[in-house]
């Protein structure tokens, strides 16, 4: 095996996210996409979204797709869809981004924090189990489980299904970072009642703005989606059938969306070849991360847990390796949240990874030389 502690040392920083390159692959395609838009001038609810609404539905097989405007509001239009909200506990984990929490909250609802599993990183059914308790204890009514599909990589459906069915919830997949992805075999988008995703640009599917979508196959809820997206407008523009929002996605960055999804799984291919070459080099080092074998993964994050964490943070910065802690802080010890109900026992596993995990580069541009700079500084700092 070679000595990755030889690797030669190159001034140029190794990118967390590069989208340069993307840009490279794509920019004369892309240029001209955006043109297009430029010329024919409907920049709201233009052509392209209808046909981003398309192809995203025959990539991942979901039978309606409603596009808005960021990953966040996607899923506060599932759940005004569904009429969540004063009295109903939606259920989410605490490890993930904030926005799974907030729009809970946002819409009156209580969102009550679950624990996850300490290899995939995601919501823990039995913890989910638990958490249901103590919502009854208080009050609530079980309404809605949002399961994260954390880093790239799906939860566990089967057991969470199964804990949602006993109590008479429908699931909102936050696919926020792993549309692309599968569980069993099935894409995400078509494995839960509802998905939601988001196209911000650092998404492993990106737009150049903000960007998001929801997916389901069922057409009661698609109409109600489209109706919340342009303030609850019915039939025609006079008649507002229900309380909705300004949430539609745009012409350019639907244009943008439908050139970067015709590379998309190529770069899929390309990243989990770049998870595969980290997983070979750093397994017997720290504990890289863990996809069940009937999952895939689109890998949002590669995220390692180590417990010198933070010296390897710091070692790495100085050989112009860049790295990200995803997350630090849990969203229920966050000021705004720190009222709401968790999980019977506690978020022990949410605990331990805020403190031990660190996220690597990663991007399907990430080369092999570039691999070993980010190793080799590992290797490095954890002598
Ligand atoms: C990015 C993200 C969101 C929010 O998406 P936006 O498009 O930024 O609103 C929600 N949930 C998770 C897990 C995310 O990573």
Redesign the pocket.
């Known amino acids: 095996m070679r000595d990755f502690a030889e690797a030669p040392v190159t001034d140029r920083p190794v990118a967390f996210i590069d989208l340069q390159s993307q840009r490279a692959r794509i920019g004369a395609r892309m240029d001209a996409a955006i043109a297009r838009v430029l010329a024919h001038g409907a920049f709201i609810m233009g052509p392209e979204v209808a046909e981003a609404e398309r192809r995203l539905a025959a990539h991942c097989g979901a039978k309606h797709v409603v596009t808005c405007s ?6 506060i239009m599932a759940l005004m869809a569904k009429d969540v909200g004063r009295g109903d506990a939606v259920f989410v984990p605490s490890f ?5 929490a907030e729009v809970a909250a946002l819409v009156n609802a209580t969102p009550v924090f679950v624990d996850v599993h300490a290899d995939t990183m995601c919501m823990d059914a039995n913890s989910l189990e638990r958490a249901v308790a103590v919502a009854k204890q208080t009050g609530l009514r079980p309404a809605c489980v949002i399961p ?3 880093f790239g990589q799906p939860a566990d459906y089967d057991a969470i299904g199964a804990v949602a069915k006993a109590h008479g919830m429908w699931i909102l997949d ?1 696919a ?2 792993s549309y692309g992805a599968t569980y069993k075999g099935r894409k995400l988008g078509t494995v839960a009642d509802i998905t ?1 995703t ?3 640009p650092s ?1 492993p599917l990106g737009c150049y703005g ?3 979508a929801v997916f389901t196959d069922d057409p009661e809820v698609t109409e109600r989606l489209t109706q919340v997206r342009v303030h609850g407008q019915g039939k025609d523009r006079n008649e507002n059938v229900r309380i909705g929002l300004t949430a539609r996605f745009d012409s350019i960055q639907a244009a943008v969306l439908i050139e970067k999804l015709n590379i998309f799984d190529a770069e899929i291919t390309e990243r989990n070849a770049v998870a595969a070459r980290y997983d070979e080099a750093l397994k017997d080092l720290v504990q890289t991360p863990h996809v069940p074998k009937d999952c895939t993964s689109v890998w ?1 994050q590669y995220t390692i847990r180590t417990p010198r964490r933070d010296r390897i943070v710091a070692a790495l910065k100085d050989k112009g390796v860049p790295t990200n802690v995803f997350y630090p802080k849990p969203i229920h010890v966050q000021a705004p949240y720190r009222g709401y109900p968790v999980a019977g026992n506690g978020l022990p596993v949410t605990e331990e990874l805020a403190h031990d995990v660190v996220s690597l580069p990663m991007h399907p541009y990430l080369t092999p030389a570039e691999q070993d700079r980010v190793i080799a500084a590992l290797r490095t700092a954890l002598r």
């Open positions: 960021s990953g966040t509001t996607a899923m993930t981004f904030t926005a799974t994260v599909d954390l936050d926020a970072q939601a988001s196209f911000y998404k903000d960007g998001g949002a």
